[in-house]
């Protein structure tokens, strides 16, 4: 079928000026919400990213669409829940060319698009062997950047070391760690640039660098022509096999090789978003960008992995808050003065926020999940309203501005598993499960959360594909 490319339309004629916002979208891979200074870690140094933090709409409670890579990355881009396009999980599905993307939208604007680091969203060659799915092997999800909207690209199909991201770590993605330069071969992965071909220069040391030092020369063309730009940057960082060099592990010597390699990344990472931040002060253009940032979902492992969900339950696939809420920070400083806040958000509001940005409206009756966060921006939400909805291989939830409630199964199903019911402005840690207190409230959010699934349902079967 025809990518359907009419689905938005100007709410007036705007011209293509330097005054339109440029848009930076970052995330990290498996931070945890604990991950990071500004959510109280002492442990691990981000001072750029705490320096970030009072410049921005810091939040509280920042949503992951889902507690995986891929189905989250979908959800930044189409504003949409994964189950509505077929990404349910990890390396399942890719970005269908019925779905209307970011970048696409921001293409009939004049903007600049650039993409940078994972994509995990599809195969990036239909020809060679190379990372989960690509090659012929999944040839039939092939879906790279360039396809989906991006002008440039710097990108791998899923997970890479994040040093020397090229070469396979001995004992690889095991908690045995190692010296970096101990690398067994290739990791059996590649760059891909919007061409479709390879990319073997500046390959070597930090991942998070190695990335960044792509989108600052893109930044850098677009500031120079005046054309507002839009950047994704999706480090890998501290996604396994996490691995840190000299320079970022010795600040942690008095920890294991593990914590030094997971907390040197983040620190590594942390680094190239001070980079980014000062380029934008340099290039004179900081004030009129707005440079989100977030995490995909929370941390990989158990309680006795280094990673952290802070004084959250649950983790890495869990559609428990430690599993979903991520750091997330939002910095425009033309529009958007500092402040803290416990409204929810999700990844799926950039697209629907960025459309208002922009001045354009939706013209189809295609469903969005996300909402605009404009008016939070200006200080005129007193909440969001909209419940959130989550599923996740067995797993469903519903949160709100107050309750949640959240089941686990065996798998997905249409019949829904047993629900509990959490008051997440007295209880975020999901301790205390009050559905036998409040029934009529259980039976409020449930026929809340069938409503939408049923629609996400008619989404997949390509009900809002049709002309």
């Not at 848009?23 to 931070?31: G, H, K, N, T």
């Not at 109280?40 to 981000?46: A, D, S, V, Y």
């Not at 330069?181 to 998070?208: C, F, I, M, Q």
């Not at 402040?339 to 509001?349: E, F, Q, Y």
């Amino acid at each position: 079928m025809r990518r359907i490319l009419f689905a938005f339309i100007c709410a007036a004629p705007i011209l293509a000026t330097a005054a339109q916002p440029n848009i930076i979208l970052v995330m990290a891979d498996d931070l945890g919400w604990g991950d990071v200074g500004f959510n109280g870690n002492k442990i691990i140094q981000t001072p750029h990213l705490d320096a970030m933090a009072k410049n921005s709409l810091r939040f509280e409670r920042f949503y992951a669409a889902a507690p995986v890579c891929s189905p989250t990355r979908g959800s930044c881009i189409t504003g949409r829940h994964p189950f509505r396009y077929g990404i349910y999980f990890a390396n399942t599905g890719h970005m269908k060319t019925e779905e209307l993307t970011l970048a696409e939208l921001l293409q009939k604007h004049d903007y600049a698009t650039g993409h940078f680091g994972k994509w995990h969203l599809g195969t990036l060659t239909k020809t060679e062997m190379d990372a989960n799915r690509g090659g012929p092997r999944g040839a039939k999800n092939f879906s790279p950047p360039q396809a989906n909207g991006f002008d440039v690209c710097f990108s791998t199909e899923s997970k890479v070391p994040t040093w020397d991201p090229m070469l396979r770590p001995v004992n690889n993605n095991s908690r045995k760690w190692w010296d970096p330069a101990k690398e067994n071969g290739p990791y059996g992965t590649a760059y891909w640039n919007e061409k479709g071909a390879r990319v073997t220069e500046n390959l070597r040391g930090d991942d998070s660098r190695v990335i960044m030092d792509r989108a600052i020369p893109f930044i850098r063309a677009a500031a120079k022509k005046e054309q507002p730009f839009f950047t994704i940057v999706w480090f890998h960082a501290p996604h396994l096999p996490v691995v840190a060099g000299p320079k970022y592990t010795k600040p942690y010597a008095k920890h294991g090789k593990f914590e030094q390699h997971y907390f040197g990344c983040i620190t590594a990472l942390d680094e190239q978003v001070g980079r980014l931040r000062k380029e934008l002060r340099t290039l004179g253009i900081a004030d009129n960008t707005l440079l989100a940032f977030c995490s995909d979902n929370g941390p990989e492992g158990s309680a006795k992995d280094p990673g952290s969900a802070g004084h959250l339950s649950g983790r890495k696939r869990s559609l428990l808050e430690g599993g979903i809420r991520v750091p997330g920070l939002i910095e425009w400083p033309a529009k958007i003065k500092p402040a803290n806040t416990d409204i929810p958000a999700v990844t799926s509001d950039y697209l629907p926020t960025i459309l208002e940005i922009i001045g354009a409206e939706q013209t189809d009756k295609r469903p969005l999940d996300g909402i605009s966060l404009l008016p939070l921006f200006k200080g005129k939400m007193k909440e969001r309203g909209q419940p959130i909805g989550f599923q996740s291989a067995g797993q469903v939830a519903l949160i709100g501005d107050r309750y949640k409630i959240y089941g686990s199964g065996k798998k997905q199903t249409n019949r829904l598993p047993k629900l509990k019911l959490f008051d997440l402005k007295i209880d975020p840690a999901e301790k205390n499960n009050l559905a036998d207190q409040h029934p009529d409230l259980i039976k409020k959010m449930t026929a809340t959360f069938e409503q939408w699934r049923k629609s996400c349902r008619h989404s997949d079967t390509g009900g809002d594909y049709k002309d």
